[in-house]
């Protein structure tokens, strides 16, 4: 049995990180310098998380990327970057980049 708690602690802190800057009345203001907000779900409730831009290099982000462009094109209805993924794949994803930085 493998235990992954030090993942599990960063991924719980990018959670609290993302919901410190959820809600439904977020403007580019709340976006701290080197982030950029993205909209996350499948459904038409998305969730919107705050995220850094160097993520947006990294080869699994930019495949999620390709598959926002199939989707959306450059015409995004949130009006923000929207990835058209579950939230939990989502997260995996992110938590995923943290261990990878550290």
């Known amino acids: 049995m493998v235990i992954r708690l030090p993942r599990m602690?960063?991924?719980k802190q990018l959670l609290?990180?993302?919901n410190?800057?959820?809600s439904n009345n977020a403007t580019a203001a709340?976006?701290?310098k080197g982030c950029c907000a993205v909209y996350v779900g499948e459904s038409y409730e998305?969730?919107?998380y705050v995220i850094p831009i160097a993520y947006l290099n990294q080869p699994s982000f930019r495949?999620?990327?390709s598959h926002a462009?199939?989707?959306?094109?450059?015409d995004h209805p949130m009006g923000g970057l929207t990835i058209p993924?579950?939230?939990?794949m989502f997260i995996h994803l992110t938590s995923d980049l943290i261990v990878k930085e550290n």
Not at 69 to 74: D, H, L, S, T
Not at 85 to 88: D, I, Q
Request: charged share 50%; glycine share 4%; with cysteine.
């Open 9 to 11: 602690v960063q991924a």
């Open 16 to 18: 609290k990180r993302a």
């Open 20 to 22: 410190s800057f959820k």
């Open 30 to 32: 709340d976006v701290p």
């Open 46 to 48: 998305k969730k919107r």
């Open 63 to 65: 495949e999620l990327l």
């Open 69 to 74: 462009e199939e989707e959306f094109g450059y």
């Open 85 to 88: 993924c579950r939230e939990e």
